[in-house]
């Protein structure tokens, strides 16, 4: 699920070329759906059965690859409306290019050959390589065109609490795309159309943290050695080897791949509080501030008594955690989060302030929590006196569908952070958190010193369309 280098997708209309449709298109009207959108974890269970959330995650995640067979043609007609081989004659006329939108690749001889033309994809051109080569074309981000993928990844989203992408993989019969490998992330795959034989591997990095290619002599046998059929959902956790071709006699194969929790582990986490731990610790522990040795990074002065010292202030730090006398923030995990992840399905209508505009005698109530985050960061403003901590509310509502998962260069980061976010001071803090933390809540009932400051809280909340007079 890496994020590709910074772009701009832009759309237009042409007549020019086009892929000759396999079968006729399925659209989100035609096909009801067998998933129940009326929360994330509804979602997810759908997604899954018939198996329980509890058990897929005592069971499976992060442990072993899952197969769920299905045999209902409700499900099958629904899978194959998300992304059909006969999509790509619309798509092409959308200004997609390669390596950004589309690689075409195959598996030739255990290694990866790319095919891809340089320039805007023509279908006529992605047709004949796909036929002639019997090349794999890899759909980079679909959600960015398919409403419907768009809903089902939103909600995703907001179960894991982490980024959801995906890949659209179309492969002709008796070729494979991609050589045996790993990725760092989290895979579900759900097979669209045809069919597709899956062998699966012991992991030679478990829980992997990044993508690697590995060889044949070096994989063994396959633990697992399935075919996915239309509507079939596998299942695996990152680090699983894998590879998948698609069978003789089968016209052609397309599954989606919905991948998470990338660089989501605790040792990520740890890298995203640490730098704040040591800036609040260092504030009020003067050995913290005190100097280390003289030429110490010349290496003059390394050795046990300095590795003693780090540990004896690690360990003190870890105690100060675990009897709560130490708060642990998350900022840069929660920034990423939130500033790269999708808006709300069918955002356009939200992003209106609505309603009553809030007074002191409302009850008021949050809106869309699982699109915002509270983070408690040094203040970016420069200044002559010591840096002050202050209170960044964030939001989702305005992110760009077009651009998930597709990078973005660090200036549009930055500039986006200031266009979809809000700051107080850190006083403000536990006023917010009640406000998160239940259903409704009487504005004067905030915790703020004053009737003016629970009065700005909730304007600048309203205005920003995060809350609502209940």
């Known amino acids: 699920m890496p994020k590709k280098r910074a772009s701009n997708v ?63 043609p409700c499900i099958a007609s629904y ?11 619309s798509l092409c006329s959308q200004d997609l290019e390669y390596y950004r939108d589309v690689n075409v690749v195959r598996c030739i001889n255990g290694k990866k050959k790319v095919l891809n033309k340089e320039g805007h994809v023509k279908s006529s051109v992605l047709n004949k390589t796909f036929v002639q080569n019997k090349a794999t074309i890899q759909f980079h ?7 419907e993928l768009w809903r089902i990844q939103e909600k995703l989203e907001c179960f894991f609490g982490a980024l959801v992408g995906s890949n659209v993989y179309i492969t002709p019969q008796e070729s494979q795309g991609l050589p045996p490998h790993y990725d760092d992330v989290e895979v579900f795959i759900l097979q669209l159309e045809g069919e597709k034989r899956w062998r699966l591997y012991n992991p030679t990095v478990p829980l992997a943290s990044e993508y690697s290619l590995e060889s044949e002599e070096r994989i063994g046998s396959p633990t697992h050695d399935i075919v996915l059929k239309t509507g079939d959902l596998l299942y695996f956790p990152r680090g699983t080897i894998h590879q998948a071709m698609t069978p003789a006699g089968v016209d052609h194969s397309t599954h989606l ?26 504030r009020t522990e003067v050995g913290l501030r005190a100097g280390m040795p003289r030429r110490l990074l010349l290496g003059s002065s390394e050795g046990l008594d300095t590795s003693r010292q780090l540990a004896a202030s690690l360990r003190s730090l870890a105690d100060k955690m675990e009897t709560g006398m130490q708060e642990v923030r998350s900022a840069h995990m929660k920034r990423d989060f939130i500033m790269n992840r999708l808006p709300p399905y069918s955002q356009q209508e939200l992003l209106t302030p609505s309603g009553k505009i809030p007074a002191l ?14 983070t408690v960061e040094p203040s970016q403003e420069t200044t002559d006196e010591s840096t002050e901590l202050v209170v960044f509310v964030l939001h989702s509502l305005k992110n760009q569908r077009e651009s998930h998962m597709m990078g973005e260069s660090p200036d549009e980061e930055e500039e986006q952070d200031i266009s979809r976010g809000l700051q107080f001071p850190l006083s403000h803090l536990q006023a917010l958190r009640q406000l998160q933390q239940v259903e409704q809540l009487a504005v004067d009932e905030l915790q703020l010193p004053t009737q003016e400051d629970k009065l700005s809280l909730v304007l600048a909340l309203w205005s920003e369309s995060l809350l609502v007079v209940v």
């Open 141 to 147: 981000q679909p959600q960015r065109f398919k409403d």
């Open 10 to 72: 832009k759309r237009r209309s042409s007549q020019d070329d086009q892929l000759p449709p396999k079968q006729s298109k399925l659209t989100q009207s035609d096909t009801p759906s067998p998933l129940c959108f009326d929360s994330p974890d509804s979602l997810f269970e759908s997604l899954i059965q018939p198996m329980k959330t509890e058990q897929f995650f005592r069971e499976y995640w992060e442990k072993k690859p899952l197969h769920l067979q299905r045999s209902d």
């Open 361 to 374: 005698e409302d009850m008021v109530s949050l809106k869309l929590k699982e699109h915002m985050v509270i």
């Open 79 to 89: 899978y194959q409306s998300l992304f059909q081989l006969s999509d790509l004659q």
């Open 257 to 282: 791949t919905l991948s998470t929790y990338q660089r989501t582990s605790w040792g990520d986490l740890l890298l995203d509080v640490f730098p704040s731990l040591m800036f609040d610790s260092s």
